[in-house]
């Protein structure tokens, strides 16, 4: 079993920043993509940014310039950087992970919790 424990998130002003951080733990063998997944209010969920285990990025147009994605492969880790906040970054950001794990062998989806981004003009 594969658990992403998030934390960061918060209360942000308008033109602020804060910082997203999540951590995988469990029976993990690869951890393939990770990445962010935030949901505002009516809204369907949508990828914020991933990361691919070689550092490859991608990012949604509403964000690029403003937010950045690490990751920390010894550490299980990503963290998401986001500056310039806006009010519609407002939503709920959720950790993703694409994990093969062992045993028995197989590629798994996992998902944080979810935590709360409010950002206020």
């Known amino acids: 079993q594969v658990q992403l424990v998030e934390s960061g998130g918060g209360l942000g002003q308008a033109g602020g920043s804060l910082r997203l951080s999540c951590a995988a733990s469990g029976s993990i063998l690869i951890i393939n993509a990770m990445g962010w997944y935030r949901q505002a209010p009516g809204k369907q969920r949508e990828l914020v940014a991933d990361?691919?285990?070689?550092?490859?990025?991608n990012y949604v147009d509403s964000v690029k310039g403003r937010f950045t994605i690490y990751r920390d492969n010894a550490k299980n880790t990503v963290a998401l950087q986001m500056n310039s906040l806006k009010s519609e970054d407002t939503a709920v950001y959720y950790c993703h992970a694409d994990v093969t794990v062992f045993p028995p062998l197989r590629s798994i989806e996992v998902w944080g919790q979810g935590t709360l981004v409010t950002v206020s003009s």
């Open positions: 990361i691919t285990s070689s550092g490859r990025t």
